[in-house]
């Protein structure tokens, strides 16, 4: 059974900077492309940022280019999200996916996890 389990969610003032992280578990699981998604109140979740299996290619949404980074530690099977410069917009539920195969900046993932709040205070 494969879990997602990311971290890192909490309140920050406009500006500030959070971490996520996003451990993936399971016997055998091996991710490949990895990403970011998010859901703000009454809105459709959207895409945030996706990262190959190697780590090589990056892809982000235009609202956190340049003030969002993906990375991971395939040792640890963990993907990260560090965010910086956040404001009141960033706001949402953040949520990790993994994919069997190949990345994507939509969101055709095999796996997803449960969720973590961000919330910036204006």
């Known amino acids: 059974q494969v879990q997602l389990v990311e971290s890192g969610g909490g309140l920050v003032q406009t500006g500030g900077s959070l971490r996520l992280s996003c451990a993936a578990s399971?016997?055998?699981?091996?991710?490949?492309?990895m990403g970011w998604f998010r859901r703000a109140p009454g809105k459709e979740r959207e895409f945030v940022a996706a990262?190959?299996?190697?780590?090589?290619?990056?892809w982000y949404a235009d609202s956190v280019k340049g003030r969002f980074t993906i990375s991971r530690d395939n040792a640890k099977n963990t993907v990260y999200l560090q965010m910086n410069s956040l404001k009141p917009e960033d706001t949402a539920v953040y949520y990790c996916?993994?994919?069997?195969?190949?990345?994507?900046?939509?969101?055709?993932?095999?796996?997803w996890g449960q969720g973590t709040q961000v919330t910036v205070s204006s």
């Open positions: 990262i190959s299996g190697s780590g090589s290619g990056t």
């Open positions: 399971g016997r055998t699981f091996i991710p490949d492309g």
């Open positions: 996916a993994a994919r069997n195969y190949g990345v994507t900046t939509t969101a055709k993932y095999d796996y």
